[in-house]
């Protein structure tokens, strides 16, 4: 009881100095708890929709996937006879049934040609008005459509582009472009989390979407009192047979849920894996609180143990301040883990994903796990300084107070920190070495964790050395202050280690991502200069595939001298080795994409693939089947008949552009696969006239006027669109790194305002022999400036490492040209500069403030 009663007195004693430790623990466990609140919105917002929306039992065509989605490769969805509704309403337990359609595989505009379509990256989905839909929805405007001049829009699609009744909407697809104008707008019942819906009557969706009448994309069945679904299902099939898939509405629901787990689960783990950067960061924040409160309190300590306090005492006295910190940290820290997935909800609203707080979960788990990290991290944390506190002898009673016996590091400590950096840059050189990615990332992640490791231990030995060096360049400018910042930050080299680790951490991550992203980029950029001989190249970005009179668009613009058509598809190839492959990627293009990307080639010509009955397999391909020049493979196309294709050409598997891709003509896939299951073009190169390529660039974006859903891009447009997409990325992985510097920035405003507390004393006395209170705050400000560059310098170099080592991985998969992104780097460590006067303004603020005679009193 006397340990506890001593252990809080301290804590609120010493309130105000734990503060920003307090808030490192508080703004790592809000991530957590955000993160996790978030995503299990997000999972009981999809949850309730797909239970929603699905039918009592649905039947859709054998090969229609199961969670519903309807893309693909021709551009229309699986469809089933109209008979079939005619069956399903005779079968035993059934109520009603309709027939519904809907397509993905489109895009519609308004009337400006704009496109309506998300900018989340949900789907445009297009169907017909069911009963099902009414359950769903409710028509708040308007009416329901009828006839083929009406379509009925959801409330949230309306509201994002101003859309009313009466407004002509055109729906492009396959078949073509169908108008429409607004005849309803309707709301959801649940959340809508970000798709755009549209709805076309029976007649008029079946014409618009497939171009034919009389067939459905799925039956929905409604059982009758007392029928169970699972009883429906089976009298379903026993009436149709095993023709067509048969779902009731919880398998549906757990397919579309299983469809959503892979993205949520990818997406929390990795915000969890920078909550655990953050936590990390913030534990070097930790035990530098804890240090130095120990060795201000040392003559305390040693009162205490004159008067009779053990060890242990001593020792438990510290871990439950720690203790008393992480519960209060972490209690906070869970309630602003709430309000940050609000935040987030509203954030992700702004971008088009539509998360209502109704639907805000909160698992026991949550707060449980947030408390249980956050006051486990911190007793952790603190366990070194309560043992160094165990072991202040009584006689410490007869010292001053502030004097840390670890001014030094120790040789220990050194010898295992130089001995994984070491081991840690040896595993770096294995994996720059590796003949294998997959063996090489296994090295690359020792390597990162044993390196370090290593720095982190050895940062107090790196202090002495590199910050007298940054004194030298930095800090003697600014003469006899400037010297003395150097010193106050060479006083405790253990104390600057670990404050500018934690810096240190942060920026490694930020430099090996520069290193890798300007890496990825440049090898990119190189590699479609070396290979691509077209002049531009016509995609989707939302990778929707390119119809036909879009095709026939591209082909009658002027100045075009050239159109390549590039498809894709899947088919089972049994090989000479008797191996049958299941659903394995082919492509087919025209003759001239031999010449629009240039591939290099082993064994053979890529134009020779083009000639009838003949194929292109790669290197690796070839060597895992006993493959050659002159081998039969049987390509069973997906939605044709088997094929006896030659190969005529073994391209090298070291490819960046289209890597890994087996190619035959469109005309040899032709011959085996129906016209009408033919996949859609992915893509289109064009080749302009010699000398007319600008004319030709304005007439092509001309001739898509009307198909807003496809980007034409000449080479320089694809390097700046690749190397925005890496970007995008890239600022998004740099936000979530925040945090942790954030908590690294603490590090150095704790570090330094305790510092000051420490040398209170220290301070009257150069008061009171003639400095001023600007040369004072200055040199505080300095000695912080040294110290956040000290961080970010170890932290650029060692990240720097272990970019330049992923790029010698990348290198294996094609990527070869290492970019060093200079003035990012450059940037970063100027940065760090700015950051360090920041931290200091408030410590150097108080110190300024101080009264000379009361400081000079201090004891």
């Not at 720690?322 to 709430?338: D, E, I, K, P, Q």
């Not at 010292?399 to 670890?406: I, K, Q």
Request: glycine share 10%.
């Amino acid at each position: 009881m006397t340990v506890l009663k001593t252990s809080m007195r301290n804590f609120l004693a010493h309130k105000g100095r734990m503060a920003l430790s307090a808030v490192a623990v508080l703004l790592s466990v809000a991530f957590v708890c955000g993160t996790l609140v978030f995503t299990d919105t997000m999972s009981t917002t999809f949850d309730k929709l797909f239970a929603a929306t699905a039918s009592d039992v649905t039947v859709s065509a054998k090969d229609a996937s199961d969670d519903g989605e309807t893309t693909s490769d021709n551009g229309k969805p699986p469809v089933i006879p109209a008979s079939v509704l005619a069956e399903v309403r005779k079968v035993d337990g059934v109520e009603s049934a309709e027939g519904a359609l809907h397509s993905t595989s489109l895009t519609v505009v308004d009337g400006a040609k704009e496109s309506l379509s998300p900018t989340s990256g949900g789907p445009t989905i297009v169907g017909n008005w069911t009963a099902n839909d009414a359950r769903t929805m409710k028509i708040t405007s308007g009416a329901a459509p009828e006839g083929p001049d009406q379509i009925l829009v959801d409330t949230d699609t309306a509201d994002k582009h101003g859309l009313e009744l009466g407004d002509e909407i055109g729906v492009i697809s396959v078949v073509g472009t169908h108008t429409a104008k607004i005849s309803g707008i309707a709301d959801f019942t649940v959340t809508n989390p970000g798709a755009a819906i549209f709805f076309l009557d029976t007649k008029t969706a079946q014409q618009a979407l497939l171009g034919e009448s009389d067939v459905f994309t799925n039956v929905n069945a409604t059982a009758a009192d007392g029928v169970s679904h699972a009883q429906l299902k089976k009298n379903v099939l026993a009436a149709l047979g095993g023709d067509y898939k048969v779902l009731t509405a919880k398998e549906s629901a757990e397919a579309g849920q299983k469809d959503v787990e892979g993205f949520m689960s990818v997406l929390k783990y990795a915000m969890l894996g920078f909550a655990g950067i953050a936590f990390l960061v913030g534990i070097f924040l930790i035990i530098n609180t804890f240090s130095m409160l120990v060795a201000q309190r040392t003559r305390e300590i040693g009162l205490m143990r004159a008067i009779g306090s053990s060890r242990k005492q001593v020792n438990r006295s510290v871990l439950i301040e720690a203790l008393l910190l992480g519960v209060v940290g972490s209690v906070l820290g869970v309630g602003a883990g709430v309000g940050l997935a609000v935040g987030l909800m509203k954030l992700m609203g702004m971008a088009g994903m539509e998360l209502s707080t109704d639907d805000l979960t909160v698992a026991w788990t949550t707060p449980a796990i947030g408390l249980l990290l956050g006051v486990l991290v911190t007793v952790l944390a603190a366990y070194l300084p309560a043992r160094r506190a165990g072991k202040i002898s009584p006689m410490a009673a007869l010292r001053d107070a502030g004097a840390p016996a670890d001014a030094r590091a120790g040789w220990i400590r050194g010898g295992v920190g130089t001995l994984l950096t070491a081991v840690g840059a040896f595993a770096l050189y294995l994996a720059g070495s590796a003949e294998k990615a997959a063996e090489g990332s296994m090295w690359l992640g020792l390597g990162v964790v044993l390196s370090l490791i290593g720095f982190v231990l050895i940062g107090p030995l790196l202090a002495g050395g590199v910050v007298r060096v940054l004194g030298v360049v930095v800090l003697r400018v600014f003469g006899p202050v400037g010297r003395m910042a150097e010193r106050n930050a060479l006083r405790n080299p253990r104390r600057t280690g670990a404050t500018g680790a934690a810096l240190m951490i942060g920026l490694a991550l930020v430099a090996c991502l520069s290193v890798v992203g300007s890496s990825m980029v440049a090898s990119a950029t190189d590699e479609l200069d070396k290979s691509v001989g077209t002049d531009f190249i016509i995609q989707s970005d939302s990778g929707q595939l390119i119809t036909p009179q879009a095709v026939e668009a591209v082909k009658n613009a002027p100045q075009v001298e050239r159109v390549t058509e590039y498809k894709w598809t899947e088919a089972d190839f049994t090989t000479p080795d008797g191996k049958t492959l299941k659903n394995t990627s082919i492509s087919a293009a025209d003759p001239t994409y031999a010449t629009d990307l240039r591939v290099e080639t082993v064994e053979g010509q890529l134009a020779d693939a083009y000639r009838p009955d003949s194929m292109s397999v790669h290197e690796k391909f070839a060597e895992d089947h006993g493959i050659g020049l002159g081998s039969k493979i049987d390509i069973a196309f997906k939605d044709g008949s088997t094929a006896g294709l030659t190969v005529r050409a073994i391209t090298s598997s070291d490819a960046v552009v289209d890597a890994g891709a087996m190619y035959t003509s469109i005309d040899t896939m032709a011959k085996y696969v129906p016209a009408d299951r033919m996949p859609l073009d992915m893509l289109l190169f064009v080749s302009a006239k010699d000398g007319q390529q600008d004319a030709a660039y304005t007439a092509l974006k001309e001739s898509l006027h009307d198909y807003p859903q496809y980007t034409v891009r000449d080479q320089t447009d694809y390097k700046e669109a690749l190397k925005d997409q890496i970007g995008q990325l890239l600022n998004m992985i740099y936000g979530l790194l925040a945090l942790a510097i954030v908590v690294a920035i603490l590090g150095v405003v704790n570090t330094l305002a305790l510092s000051v507390v420490e040398r209170t004393r220290e301070i009257g006395l150069m008061r009171a022999i003639g400095l001023s209170r600007r040369q004072l705050r200055r040199m505080i400000r300095l000695e912080s400036v040294v110290i956040a560059l000290f961080g970010a310098l170890l932290g650029l170099g060692l990240g720097m490492g272990w970019g330049a080592t992923a790029q010698q991985l990348l290198a294996l998969e094609g990527l070869k040209v290492l970019e060093i992104p200079w003035p990012t780097i450059i940037g970063v460590f100027i940065g760090s500069a700015f950051v360090g006067l920041f931290a200091a303004l408030i410590p150097a603020f108080r110190a300024g403030r101080m009264n000379v005679l009361n400081a000079i009193a201090t004891e």
